[in-house]
């Protein structure tokens, strides 16, 4: 049971609103992989809890629609790296969310087992094995080294490394946020994620 009951629409007040607006009707509701609100109108999983506090909430929100949909950071490497936090992180949202993306997004169902089991999957690119490594480095707190590190810069470029380490910060804030509340994936069993 969540820690935070889910605000209505009817009950929040201005600055609330405005916040709840921008995450109900912007990029993530155009892109509809999942439902972004309960029968009621309360928003679900990290979402609802950005209500309580709307300026770092807004804040939070705005550098998840950037990270989502507007970095040039692949799709199917965000994707991975969101699944490797959630599994590290034991964020069942997370992977309730992302696990259907990052299949419409080009990773196999033996590449999404893998990242759900905590084991490395078997990629046939150098892009997503450095990736990985960088991944598996950061949510460890260990400093790549030089080879590592060159590697990323190879296959991701500066940029890349820099958009892929702000995903699993991003989306280890997110999780951590939901395990302090207790946010689970949906008791709604229609509230499955399309994709």
């Known amino acids: 049971m969540t ?5 209505r629409p009817n009950e929040l007040d201005d600055d609330q609103r405005r916040l709840y607006d921008a995450i109900a009707g912007g990029d993530r ?7 972004l609100t309960d029968d ?3 928003l679900i999983g990290p979402f609802n809890p950005l209500l309580y506090s709307p300026t770092v909430g807004d804040a939070v929100q705005r550098l ?12 199917a490497v965000r994707e991975m790296a969101i699944l490797a936090v959630a599994t590290h992180h034991h964020c069942e ?7 259907r993306i990052a299949l419409r997004v080009g990773l196999s169902m ?3 087992a893998a990242l759900r089991d905590g084991s490395r999957p078997d990629f046939d690119s150098d892009e997503f094995n450095a990736a990985y490594d960088l991944i598996v480095a950061t949510l460890s707190g260990i400093t790549p080294d030089g080879h590592m590190y060159d590697a ?11 958009e892929l380490v702000a995903v699993v910060g991003y989306y280890a804030m997110l999780a951590q946020m939901m395990t302090v509340f207790k946010i689970g994936v949906p008791e709604d069993p229609a509230a499955t994620p399309t994709g």
């Open 3 to 7: 820690r935070l009951p889910g605000l």
């Open 29 to 35: 509701a155009k892109d509809a992989s999942f439902p």
């Open 40 to 42: 009621d109108g309360a």
């Open 64 to 75: 998840g629609g950037a990270l989502r949909f507007n970095c040039g950071l692949g799709a």
């Open 93 to 99: 949202f997370e992977r309730w969310a992302h696990e």
């Open 110 to 112: 033996g590449q999404v």
């Open 152 to 162: 990323a810069v190879q296959q991701l470029g500066t940029e890349g490394i820099f």
